[in-house]
């Protein structure tokens, strides 16, 4: 009766087993499809209320969705309408990935794409190369010559990683930004864009390299000077 038992109780667990790696094999057969849907979805870079589903499987799918990514970015080469251009950046902005990197420096270096498609393209330099700001297009196109671009400031930032971005992009989009800064060709906002995202990465470059602040030592209290004792004084009065 007992050795009944305990085939009957190795053969539930064994069940259980197979069961739950059968349910693991599925969900990830399911997530797997629900990311190919979605790459689908966000490469055609025109997102919409009813997909926004498709958009937030960015942070689930990661390097998958890379591709696709970098696809919906370089649909906004021709794009002037900056609701669009908006809404599409505001769904990737935190989405780090090489691919979406490279199709944002495409577009920023080219003169043939919108000068608007060119600033948000900047925009999302930044905001691939820095944690806790959020690059806003009015700030990015109204920067002269001698102005200090603004940015605006942003906490507990969720950032998903796709295809890691090579140490020398930091350089890459410094390299870029000064260019087009100085391009006296340029339309006057990518001018503009140029010079925020040049002063946003020199700023870093100053707080990354300044050495930490140190509160000063403290230094000892000087010591106090000999007190004379009540007997003391008395003494020296009863001697006068």
Same mark, same amino acid.
């Given at each position: 009766?007992?050795? !009944?038992?305990?085939?009957?109780?190795?053969?539930? +667990? %064994?069940?259980?087993? +197979? =069961?739950?790696?059968?349910?693991?094999?599925?969900?990830? $057969?399911?997530?797997?499809?629900?990311?190919?849907?979605?790459?689908?979805? =966000?490469?055609?870079?025109?997102?919409?209320?009813?997909?926004?589903?498709?958009?937030?499987? @960015?942070? =689930?799918? $990661?390097?998958?969705?890379?591709?696709?990514?970098?696809?919906?970015? @370089?649909?906004?080469?021709?794009?002037?309408?900056?609701?669009?251009?908006?809404?599409? #950046?505001?769904? %990737?902005?935190?989405? &780090?990935?090489?691919? @979406?990197? *490279?199709?944002?420096?495409?577009?920023?270096?080219?003169?043939?794409?919108?000068?608007?498609?060119?600033? #948000?393209?900047?925009?999302? @330099?930044?905001?691939?190369?820095?944690?806790?700001? #959020?690059?806003? #297009?009015?700030?990015?196109?109204?920067?002269?010559?001698?102005? =200090?671009?603004?940015?605006?400031?942003?906490? *507990? !930032?969720?950032?998903?990683? $796709?295809?890691?971005?090579?140490?020398?992009?930091?350089?890459?989009?410094?390299?870029?930004?000064?260019?087009?800064?100085?391009?006296?060709?340029?339309?006057?906002?990518? !001018?503009?864009? $140029?010079?925020?995202?040049?002063?946003?990465?020199?700023?870093?470059?100053? +707080?990354?390299?300044?050495?930490?602040?140190?509160?000063?030592? &403290?230094?000892?209290?000087?010591?106090?000077?000999?007190?004379?004792?009540?007997?003391?004084?008395? !003494?020296?009065?009863?001697?006068?």
């Amino acid at each position: 009766m007992r050795s !009944r038992t305990m085939i009957t109780a190795a053969f539930i +667990v %064994l069940s259980l087993g +197979v =069961v739950g790696a059968a349910r693991t094999d599925a969900q990830a $057969g399911h997530t797997a499809h629900d990311c190919s849907k979605a790459a689908r979805i =966000v490469a055609r870079g025109h997102p919409v209320k009813k997909e926004d589903w498709a958009w937030s499987m @960015l942070l =689930v799918c $990661g390097a998958q969705d890379s591709e696709a990514a970098h696809d919906a970015w @370089l649909q906004q080469r021709s794009v002037s309408d900056t609701v669009q251009l908006e809404a599409t #950046y505001a769904r %990737l902005w935190s989405f &780090r990935d090489a691919g @979406l990197f *490279d199709a944002a420096a495409s577009i920023a270096a080219d003169a043939a794409a919108t000068p608007q498609s060119r600033v #948000y393209s900047m925009m999302m @330099l930044l905001a691939q190369l820095l944690d806790d700001t #959020y690059p806003t #297009y009015d700030f990015f196109i109204s920067t002269g010559p001698f102005d =200090v671009c603004r940015q605006s400031s942003v906490a *507990d !930032r969720t950032i998903a990683v $796709g295809t890691p971005l090579p140490s020398s992009d930091r350089q890459r989009a410094r390299t870029l930004a000064k260019s087009l800064a100085a391009d006296e060709s340029a339309p006057a906002i990518v !001018r503009s864009a $140029g010079r925020c995202l040049d002063q946003a990465l020199w700023i870093d470059d100053q +707080v990354q390299a300044a050495k930490p602040i140190r509160p000063p030592s &403290r230094q000892p209290a000087a010591p106090l000077g000999p007190r004379r004792s009540g007997s003391d004084t008395t !003494r020296a009065g009863n001697q006068s």
